[in-house]
């Protein structure tokens, strides 16, 4: 078959627009939820209704859009702890297990206790235990970076391993040590380690009446502005994208690269601690089995997604809290997987277009 | 063969190889190609010459099918052709042959050869591909093993299987991108001898250079490019002088041995005292090597490359570990780290721009802002000033004319000559007080080394140690004022660069010691 026009792919030799990018990437999610319409409408769905109620189940009201941003949250968190680590191309598998050992260390504050409970001030103590699930999650984080500084170990494959032990450690102290009657789990801790939420306000508002929502979002938040500034105006952020970039070359310019190894490296596990930190003093509250339901993992994803842009790992991680809300909302469950995986796919796969411009030919001039 | 495409119905019997009429290819914010016209007669060789970024590729490119010419035509063979993609122009008898090899080094010279092709399509019969290999072989001179493996050539057999896998796709019109580049002297006349016996068997060639003297050897005529303009157009080679040829690419004359003021040079900068370091492979590469650099001096280094000369470099920048004193205003810094040596003063001109000298995927202004990015006015305690940095970046743009659309392009966007003023600005403006530069001017074209070598000296002036390691003899005469010759990390003699003469410095490289 013979048709009079074909498409090229031809490659970008200027810098694109500014715009394209964001453009791009808005049209591949649309373009995702068309094509999951239309698989729906092939095994007999509704696909209007589905999409309409995946958006009322995720964004349809204020109780809802609390429950995307609270599953947004650790998203945000472990997605930012990516983000800093791969533009130094370092490949931190582990944010999975930093988030784990991040909630355990937390723990510890309540669990041990590491203050009188009774007397501390509620300030205090969810300062402190920010301070210690950063600590965990950079201890996690510090051991593949300094294996990797010194002796050059394959970080990929020990962050990877770091991760079940991380899962195992947290088992180990909630089986035998601090299980609450036999369960997988501790007792709930005291409300005084509770991230504030809204629906504390609900006495004197009554619209936050049932809105889960907690401070860890604002903490998120802050943490991809600082991120951002430090990636993009400190000389450390410099210094970790030259190190990215060219490892010889920032050799060549004086800077220390283990150093570097190390200090990002603790840096991301702090904060995907933060994240686990957030988790259980914003939501569950204890420290059980499958706190994350591979937060970790999904952060590589956001991470790559939002380019390793710390104000679009928010927006990223956004959908990526949809998507885990409707999943729980829309039967079969699997739709919702399906949209991911199609969403995915199409945004990455719309990175062709930033790389390459696509003409439409047409292959006999003459006749035209 | 395949090589002879049938002329078109509508091509007269005498129709030129090429010919491209008033090419404009414009990228945002460059005119690359502004209305050049080439035209290749059959079995000639068609010199291309200009200055790094005159938009030589550009046009070769756009030949080679890869680039969309904005306006203008294309004929081959007397047939108008509009080229999509690579194949379209291999189809019509285009072939490249790229500076860098596109090779798989595991694999035979047939393999390289065969790959990408539809023939042989499933059970791959290499003896008797070989044999047709070897037989395009003998046609042409380019003599290689077609059952060696790529990773045992030499540079100048594999550029010869560059070479057959476009004869064996049947170019009739081969496109060579500097060629001589990456040759030894004795490989650059075995080519030079291909190329003329190619021509004599319907071949014709487009010969990119920057090397003049190579030009007027091989080539019947030539084109120049200036800023996308040509300002030559197949003209006759014979009659041609390489001062001729050096102003119409540059757009002046150029001096071909700048000025060197007398000075007396001043206290010893650099002192290394008897030192041993050895290579990547765990080869000793330095013996007990000792020099002296003082201020507003430059001492060359000559040697045939790897005779230690990488790795005295990198010992006094504080990239290698060695045994012995180096001292540098009379502070130790042997096995220390780099940033050491450039709290010292060193600036450093390395010998891989791109892979060390450079951030590729950084813009202009991360690149020119590298050694000093801590100081005052673009550092702060924590942060960057980009705006200061940007400024900075300008100022260095303009005053080292450095081509490029602003500086926020991308380092991996200049050409060759252009990332090395980026490099040589950057340093020069850390106000040091010994510079390193290796093969500062390796791959530039003429406009560029003038302008660099000019740097260099002016850096004398101001009464920089600089240590300059090339492999150009003529470069080392002309800017040194003592050579030091390495043969196997010793130094064979240090001569005074007024009375030094090439033979002498060769037979030391060889590995002669110095009667003094």
């Known amino acids: 078959m013979n048709l009079p026009y074909t498409l090229i792919f031809e490659k970008r030799t200027e810098d694109y627009p500014k715009w394209l990018p964001a453009a791009v990437s808005i049209g591949s999610v649309i373009a995702a939820f068309i094509i999951s319409g239309i698989l729906l409408k092939i095994i007999g769905g509704e696909p209007l209704r589905v999409i309409k109620f995946f958006f009322t189940a995720t964004f349809g009201s204020w109780a809802v859009f609390s429950d995307t941003m609270v599953k947004a949250t650790p998203l945000i968190l472990v997605g930012l702890a990516c983000t800093v680590a791969f533009k130094m191309k370092l490949w931190n598998i582990g944010a999975e297990g930093q988030f784990y050992m991040g909630a355990f260390f937390a723990s510890l504050v309540v669990l041990v206790p590491m203050v009188n409970l009774e007397t501390t001030p509620k300030f205090l103590i969810i300062v402190l235990m920010m301070i210690m699930g950063m600590i965990g999650g950079a201890i996690w984080g510090f051991i593949p970076g300094i294996l990797k500084a010194k002796y050059n170990v394959n970080e990929i494959i020990i962050t990877l391993m770091l991760n079940y032990i991380a899962l195992y450690w947290n088992n180990f102290w909630i089986f035998d040590k601090w299980s609450d009657a036999g369960f997988q789990m501790t007792p709930q801790f005291a409300k005084v380690a509770w991230l504030p939420r809204l629906s504390d306000l609900a006495r004197e508002y009554r619209m936050f009446s049932g809105i889960t929502l907690h401070l860890g979002v604002i903490i998120a938040i802050i943490a991809a502005i600082i991120i951002w500034w430090i990636l993009e105006r400190s000389r450390w952020g410099y210094e970790i994208k030259l190190i990215g970039d060219n490892p010889a070359a920032a050799r060549y310019a004086g800077l220390n690269i283990s150093k570097n190894i190390i200090l990002v490296f603790m840096l991301s596990g702090a904060l995907a601690g933060l994240a686990g930190m957030s988790e259980i003093s914003g939501v569950v509250h204890r420290l059980q089995e499958r706190i994350s339901s591979g937060y970790g993992f999904t952060g590589i994803i956001i991470a790559w997604l939002a380019k390793l842009n710390p104000f679009t790992v928010i927006l990223v991680s956004i959908l990526f809290g949809a998507l885990i809300v409707a999943g729980r909302e829309i039967q079969p469950s699997g739709i919702a997987y399906l949209l991911q995986g199609i969403i995915l796919f199409m945004v990455i796969s719309s990175d062709v277009l930033l790389r390459y411009k696509i003409r439409l030919i047409n292959l006999n001039p003459q006749e035209a | ?516």
């Open chain 2, 1 to 516: 063969m395949t090589s002879h495409p049938p002329p078109n119905a509508v091509a007269n019997a005498v129709a030129n190889a090429v010919e491209m009429k008033d090419i404009v290819i414009r990228f945002p914010g460059v005119l690359a190609n502004d209305h050049v016209n080439l035209t290749l007669k059959h079995g000639e060789i068609h010199a291309l010459l200009g200055e790094n970024g005159a938009g030589k590729s550009t046009l070769m490119s756009a030949l080679a099918g890869l680039y969309k010419p904005t306006s203008g035509t294309m004929r081959i063979h007397g047939e108008l052709v509009d080229f999509n993609s690579p194949k379209d122009a291999i189809a019509k008898g285009i072939g490249m042959v790229y500076q860098h090899f596109m090779l798989v080094p595991t694999q035979t010279v047939t393999e390289n050869i065969l790959l990408g092709l539809n023939e042989p399509k499933f059970f791959m019969d290499l003896p008797k591909y070989d044999q047709k290999i070897r037989d395009l072989q003998e046609q042409f001179g380019l003599n290689v093993d077609p059952t060696a493996k790529i990773w045992q050539l030499s540079v100048g057999e594999q550029q010869r299987v560059e070479i057959l896998k476009t004869l064996y796709r049947g170019a009739s019109v081969l496109i060579m991108d500097e060629p001589t580049a990456v040759l030894a002297p004795q490989e650059i006349d075995d080519l030079m001898e291909t190329m003329r016996s190619m021509t004599k068997q319907d071949k014709s060639i487009i010969f990119i250079s920057h090397k003049l003297n190579e030009v007027t050897a091989v080539a019947n005529r030539l084109t120049v490019l200036r800023k996308g303009v040509a300002t030559a157009e197949g003209i006759d080679v014979t009659g041609m002088t390489s001062e001729k040829l050096a102003e119409l690419m540059v757009g002046r004359k150029v001096v071909f041995r700048v000025e060197k003021k007398e000075q007396a040079p001043g206290d010893v900068v650099l002192d290394v005292k008897e030192v041993s370091a050895i290579n990547n492979k765990g080869v000793r590469a330095l013996n007990k090597l000792s020099l002296k650099v003082r201020q507003g001096e430059i001492l060359g280094i000559a040697g045939v490359a790897g005779n230690g000369q990488s790795e005295l470099a990198e010992i006094i920048t504080g990239l290698r570990d060695c045994d012995g004193e180096i001292l540098i205003n009379g502070e130790d810094v042997s096995n220390q780290e780099p940033s050491v040596a450039i709290a010292q003063g060193v600036a450093h001109i390395p010998e891989d721009r791109t892979g060390v000298g450079s951030a590729p995927n950084m813009t202009i202004a991360e690149n020119t802002i590298m050694k000093n990015y801590r100081d005052e006015p673009i550092g702060t305690k924590w942060s960057i000033n980009f705006t200061e940095a940007r400024d900075h970046a300008r100022e260095l743009k303009n005053a080292y004319d450095i081509l490029a659309p602003n500086v926020r392009t991308m380092a991996r966007k200049l050409s060759g000559g252009n990332l090395q003023k980026v490099i040589l600005a950057r340093e020069i403006t850390t106000n040091p007080k010994l510079m390193v530069a290796m093969q500062p001017t390796r791959g530039l074209d003429v406009g560029a080394i003038e302008s660099i070598q000019r740097l260099l000296l002016e850096q004398r002036e101001e009464g920089t140690a600089i240590l300059l390691i090339s492999e150009e003899l003529e470069e080392l005469l002309t800017l040194s004022d003592r050579i030091a010759v390495l043969h196997e990390g010793e130094v064979m003699g240090i001569l005074d660069a007024k009375d030094a003469n090439m033979k002498e410095i060769g037979l030391m490289m060889t590995g002669e010691k110095h009667k003094a």
